[in-house]
């Protein structure tokens, strides 16, 4: 996720932003850059890479100035080069950006159009001519950004400066987080609080549609033209607690997150009439196709469990899951309608790379659905199907949880997308699946914030050596996903199994010290789920239940219950995703072991 500072004051503004950056690194960048107003005007360094690289450019050729704004970019629109680093500029205009532009690519056109010329693939360049443009036609900066970002569609948070004027610089909100410091003669604007603690601690958190002019002695706030106050708020926080949100751990920020990061999955991508946007996926060319494999590791296989029934239930088109180290050494059948699609949130995984890169060899047609733009699988798969970037924004936590949220809605974009391409899903049928997932986010803000309880299931939750975790159809991956999750940062035993396998085998454990979740869908399957833990109950299991709101009587049978908000059958998945996450957080937590960093364990497995 990119980082924004802005500065001016009386210090070396280069200087500052440098420094209020390093402090952003934690949320992840493949560039960054600076644009300094100094007396000879306005200039600019970027730099590809670690912003070491950016401190030796402004070292060769230093830009003095109290003005600037300050950049690291996480790549979203266009690979990660120095050319697509931000701050982008059009005339003496200059602009960093976070979020994505919706709409960037018809604002393009109508300002090539007129005359504007491009130098990069990135949606913010459009900012900074749109600026430009009303700079030309005699409005003042202010006005110029309240113009521009009147065009705008999507998310942004953007700081812009211009060189014709060296006493102020202007920063807008919308979707997008964005922070006001006030310090003593100096101000600042940044994307998250650590960026600015070395300067001040009264901070104002700017709202949507909110647009403000800050200069050296004073911050004015405007929403929809009107000068408005917005309270000054005094933050404590150590800087390591800021770069965590306040909260104990990455990975529960992380957690926490999702709505956000499952917006921006979906941004841009919704069309009207059912259409699905995939801007660098290929969906023209899954036309023929008869079958797909997705290979995977971890948590993206459990993905792709949920991604095999979204593409059969939704486009009609048979899909094999596969685990890609398997995968990579099986002989493989392949005829014409044949096409693989990796799934890996870093998109280094080294056994789904071989996977992908062998079945490529081969002339098979491959995708890939990642969270890292350029990364290996994403490289090896543009010249192929393309790619579906999941846009979470970086994920800190070895655990993964944003990362598979955003996951199995790509899968489901992907399945709409294939629907409507192939002619298997209506116009009527795709509509209504876009409108659920429109209103997704909303009801994963609701059961982040039911499943609070989940914090207090803890003590009594850490009790146990061992768990059962069980769910049928689509939640069946869920409880293998819950499990992973359990295991890997609490390191409590924990095997997820499908409910209806339970009486084949695994019930022979059951005792009143083995406990088991079972994730009870309101679904079709539910009354047979609801049999299962009858069942366990029998055994003298303890139970907790997750299920969704209406299910309250269930907890005649249940040891603890949990429940979600009720929503379409196909988004369950995601939304009792969440209870699992935050149950092996704070399990871990009240064990006291290392969250973010289990033991063991890499964020990305580079080896075989
Ligand atoms: C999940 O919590 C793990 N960190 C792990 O299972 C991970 O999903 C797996 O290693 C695959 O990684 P990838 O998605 O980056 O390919």
């Known amino acids: 996720m ?68 300050g950049h690291t970019r996480w790549a979203t629109h266009g690979k990660p080069n120095e050319t697509n680093a931000h701050p982008h500029r059009a005339g003496g205009v200059a602009v960093v950006h976070n979020g994505i532009i919706e709409n960037y690519a018809a604002l393009r056109q109508e300002l090539q159009a007129d005359g504007a010329v491009f130098t990069s693939e990135t949606d913010t360049e459009v900012v900074a001519h749109l600026v430009s443009h009303f700079r030309a036609q005699g409005l003042d900066l202010q006005a110029s950004v309240a113009a521009s970002i009147e065009r705008l569609e999507g998310a942004y948070a953007i700081a812009v400066v211009d060189e014709a004027y060296p006493d102020e610089f202007i920063a807008a909100r919308e979707s997008s987080p964005l922070i006001l410091a ?19 601690r009264k901070v104002v958190f700017l709202q949507d549609g909110d647009l403000v002019r800050v200069t050296r002695g004073e911050a004015q706030i405007f929403a929809e033209g009107a000068l408005v106050e917005r309270p000054v708020k005094r933050v404590d926080w150590s800087p390591a607690a800021a770069q965590k949100g306040g909260y104990k751990h990455f990975m529960l920020k992380e957690i926490f997150e999702q709505p956000r990061a499952v917006t921006d999955t979906l941004t841009g991508r919704l069309g009207r ?89 081969r002339g098979v047609r491959v995708g890939a659905i990642t969270n890292v733009m350029e990364s290996a699988v994403a490289r090896l798969s543009g010249d192929s199907l393309g790619v579906i970037y999941t846009h979470a924004g970086p994920e800190i936590g070895v655990a993964s949880t944003k990362a598979f949220t955003t996951q199995m809605v790509s899968l489901h974009l992907l399945a709409v997308g294939i629907g409507r391409t192939l002619g298997t899903l209506t116009v009527e049928e795709a509509t209504a699946e876009l409108e659920a997932l429109r ?53 409590i035993h924990a095997e997820g199994y499908a409910a209806g396998e339970m009486k084949h085998g695994p019930i022979a454990l059951i005792t009143e010290h083995f406990p088991t979740v079972a994730l009870v869908g309101s679904d079709d399957l539910k009354a047979k789920v609801v049999s299962n833990i009858e069942e366990l109950k029998a055994r003298g299991g303890p139970v907790l239940i997750v299920a969704s709101e209406g299910d309250e009587d269930l907890a005649r049978i249940a040891d603890q219950l949990v429940l979600v908000p009720e929503v379409p059958e196909r988004l369950q998945p995601v939304i009792y995703s969440l209870p699992m996450q935050l149950l092996a957080y704070h399990v871990a937590d009240f064990l006291g072991t290392d969250v973010d960093q289990p033991r063991n364990l890499a964020k990305s497995v580079t080896v075989e």
């Open 2 to 69: 990119c980082g924004i500072v802005g500065y001016i004051g009386a210090q070396d503004a280069s200087e500052v932003l440098v420094e209020g950056l390093k402090t952003l690194e934690y949320r992840g960048y493949d560039s960054a850059g600076v644009a300094i107003l100094a007396e000879g005007g306005l200039d600019r360094r970027r730099a590809e890479g670690k912003l070491r690289n950016l401190s030796k450019r402004l070292k060769e050729a230093p830009l003095a100035g109290t003005l600037g704004i």
């Open 182 to 200: 006030l310090g003593d003669d100096e101000n600042l604007v940044a994307s998250d609080l650590p960026a600015v603690l070395a300067h001040t």
């Open 273 to 361: 009439g059912g259409e699905v946007h995939l801007e660098h996926f290929d969906l023209e060319a899954l036309k023929g196709i008869q079958h797909i494999s997705l290979v995977a590791c971890g948590t993206s296989w459990h993905a792709a469990l949920v991604g095999r029934d979204l593409i059969e239930s939704i486009a009609g088109i048979p899909v094999s899951v596969e685990y890609a180290h398997e995968y990579r050494y099986r002989r493989h059948i392949f005829g014409p309608g044949d096409a693989v699609i990796g799934i890996s949130q870093s998109g280094e995984t080294a056994d789904t790379l071989a996977a992908l890169g062998e079945v490529k060899a």
């Open 439 to 491: 209103h997704l986010p909303h009801w994963m803000e609701q059961a982040l914030e039911g499943a609070s309880q989940v914090a207090e299931l803890a003590p009594w939750a850490s009790e146990f050596d061992n768990y059962l975790f069980l769910g049928r159809g689509n939640l069946f991956p869920v409880a293998l996903e819950g499990a992973l999750k359990l295991k890997e940062i609490s390191y």
